[in-house]
C-alpha cells in the first residue's frame, strides 16, 4: 500500500525551478525523509534528508541548489529545486523511515518506505 504521494513534477527549461510535494498519511510518523531520484539507467541517487528536529543533509550534487522542507501541519515533505540543469533530468522519489537520519544521505540504507515517484525533465 502506498503510503507516500509525490507531486509537482513536470518541464522546465535550465535555469528555472520546481517545488516537488511529498504527501504522507496523518496517521503515521515518520522521523526520517528524505529524497531520491534515478536516472534511466544509472543507480537511485540520495539527494536530501531531514529528521523530525529539523536536521538537514544533502548531496554534493545538489548542495546549494536544492532545500528540503517539511510542514507537519499539512503532512507535506517539500523539495525546492532551484538552478536546475539538464542533468537533474530524472524521475524523483520520496522516502521515509522511523529512525534518525543518517548524516551522509548517500549513504543512508534505512529508508523502507517509498512513493511511486514523479517525473523531473529540464530542458537546455
Known amino acids: ?6 507531486s509537482g513534477g513536470g ?3 535550465a535555469g528555472g525551478s520546481l517545488k516537488l510535494s511529498c ?4 496517521s ?5 525523509m ?3 531520484r534515478q536516472i534511466l539507467g544509472r543507480e537511485r541517487e540520495g539527494l536530501a534528508s531531514r529528521d523530525q528536529d529539523g536536521t538537514r543533509n544533502y548531496a554534493d550534487s545538489v548542495k ?3 532545500t528540503i522542507s517539511r510542514d507537519n501541519a499539512e503532512n507535506t515533505l517539500y523539495l525546492q529545486m532551484d ?6 533530468t530524472a524521475r524523483y522519489y520520496c522516502a521515509a523511515h522511523p529512525f534518525v537520519c543518517d548524516s551522509d544521505i548517500t549513504r543512508d540504507t534505512q529508508f523502507n518506505t517509498w512513493g511511486q515517484g ?5 530542458s537546455a
Do not use: A, H, M, N
Open 118 to 122: 514523479i517525473q523531473v525533465t529540464v
Open 34 to 36: 528524505g529524497w531520491f
Open 28 to 32: 503515521v510518523s515518520y522521523y526520517c
Open 83 to 88: 538552478s536546475l540543469k539538464p542533468e537533474d
Open 1 to 6: 500500500q502506498v503510503q507516500l504521494v509525490e
Open 11 to 13: 518541464s522546465v527549461q
Open 23 to 26: 504527501k504522507y498519511p496523518e
Open 64 to 66: 546549494g541548489r536544492f
